[in-house]
């Protein structure tokens, strides 16, 4: 086949990749405010907990639909598992319970500085070096969170210093779920993989969730209806079914990138639907944490 043949092959699988991760961004974007609401009517981990179950039936049941072999071999299973811990268990669990403290925008910004943690956890654990424009990146997402905690007086930045240490901590135990990933990947076709992975991680959050509040069906008004089923059909399926597909069209490193308009939209959207403060510190955060981000994934 000559390259005329293959290039227009080509240019449309890379134009669907980026619509794919365009949809991709916007789902996750979008469920922070989509999150912040539902927990105003739910306790923050059984709202969580809840819809990853339901996600990861709906992804199992596309991953049948596809004739993907659902069996996970006994060597993958340890893998399965540490990941679902890091990436989805903790993740879940701590910026669920963040967003008590937070707004749903600032709780966005902090948990995408999981590139820079990333780029610094890999120096010990993957002997990558850290050099000088990984420092940078680091000291750049720091100043965006320093000025997310001043952004309204320092009354209000202890207020909110447990949201910070609870998002910064699923941020860096995502990072190292990643790490994982990367040094021991998993044998799995993509929708089988999130499947076992967000069903795994769920359950932990979904029984600890309900040892301390049992959530009761009359509490949820049509508009919460509404978001439990966007948190289960579009964040946990169709958002996470576009990212693999665009991860296979795509260079890891340009859908990476990609995924930096996720706390854009999450900001943008919580001051438009929650009303949510978007001052000159917000939007000072924003930049400096995103910068350090993008200098982090282009290092």
Known sequence: MSDLDISPARSRAAAT?????????????????????????????????????????????YARLRRDDLRVPRAQWMRVLVSAFFNVTLWMVVMGIALL???????SVIAFTMPVWTALLAWPLLGERLTSLRVLALIMAFGGIAALLGANGFAASLAKLPGVLLALSGAIGFALGTIFLKRFPIALPGATSAAWQIGLGCIPVTLIGLAFEVPRLDALSPLGWAALIYLTLIQFCVAYLCWFAALERLPASVAA?????????????????LHEPLGWGQIAALIFTLAGVVLATRS
């Open 101 to 107: 403290w937070l707004p749903a925008g600032e709780t």
């Open 257 to 273: 990138i990609g995924t930096l308009a996720v706390p854009v939209i999450g900001v943008v959207a919580s001051a438009i639907v």
């Open 17 to 61: 990749g980026f619509v794919l991760l365009a949809v991709t961004s916007v789902a996750w974007g979008l469920s922070w405010p989509v999150t912040k609401f539902v927990i105003s009517e739910w306790p923050p981990l059984p709202a969580r907990g809840f819809t990853g179950l339901a996600g990861s039936l709906a992804l199992f049941a």
